[in-house]
């Protein structure tokens, strides 16, 4: 069965640093998703993409991150100066023909800034 | 501000019994609502979707409900086993997924 994969699965980090997320979405899927969830809080939407461009965006992803498809398969989020409170999972998914419908997650991404 | 909200305490109930979860929104109108599974250190995983005109949807033995009169989803797990433990995730949509913070839910034997 398809699946949304990520890597790496844990990242380690000096604050000020940038890092790069990288997502590979389940192949046919137009949609494309990330989201964070800080230890013990909920999930929360990010970004969504389709088309090779955002189209919606919450208040967190400010002008510190941004998201790329370089390729036919890579779906990455680069946080350009991490602070301490970018400390979370990140969670990569992609859906299929409409937005918002079912989405499939990845296994996720835990990010440490120090 | 737009809200999903889920019962945070936990719910614990015997194995072959039935669990009933509850997610409420607040300030908007979905289209439609999700339920999702999460382990620990996982991602969620998708069950199911109901959309604003259907009253009910089954899968197996998962059970949804959307009253937009009561602006309320309810997720039922029939026989419920020590395996459905897990947190379940209500979310719903406007132009993105809105998520509740989840409630957890322990079966045990």
């Known amino acids: 069965e398809p699946e949304v994969t990520q890597t790496p699965s844990h990242q380690v980090t000096q604050m000020g640093q940038e890092v790069i997320l990288r997502c590979v979405p389940i192949s046919n899927h137009l949609y494309f998703y990330w989201y964070r969830q800080i230890l013990g809080q909920k999930v929360e939407f990010l970004v969504s993409f389709y088309n090779n461009e955002i189209s919606e965006k919450s208040e967190i992803f400010d002008d510190q991150f941004s998201v790329e498809r370089p390729d036919g398969s890579n779906f990455t989020l680069k946080i350009r100066s991490t602070k301490l409170e970018d400390s979370a999972m990140y969670f990569c998914?992609?859906?299929?023909?409409?937005?918002?419908?079912?989405?499939?997650f990845g296994p996720g991404t835990r990010l440490t800034v120090l | 501000s737009q809200k999903i909200e889920q019962n945070s305490e936990a719910l614990n109930i015997q194995e072959g019994k039935t669990a009933t979860l509850t997610c409420n929104y607040t300030?908007?109108?979905?289209?439609?609502l999700q339920w999702y599974r999460q382990d620990p250190g996982r991602g969620p995983v998708f069950l199911l979707l109901i959309r604003e005109n259907e009253k009910e949807k089954r899968k197996e033995r998962l059970k949804v409900t959307f009253d937009t009169t009561l602006k309320q989803s309810l997720f039922h797990i029939t026989a419920s086993q020590p395996a459905d433990s897990a947190t379940y995730l209500c979310a719903g949509n406007t132009d993105k997924l809105i998520f509740g913070t989840g409630t957890r839910l322990q079966v045990f034997p």
């Open positions: 300030n908007y109108s979905p289209a439609y």
């Open positions: 998914a992609s859906g299929g023909i409409r937005g918002n419908n079912e989405q499939f």
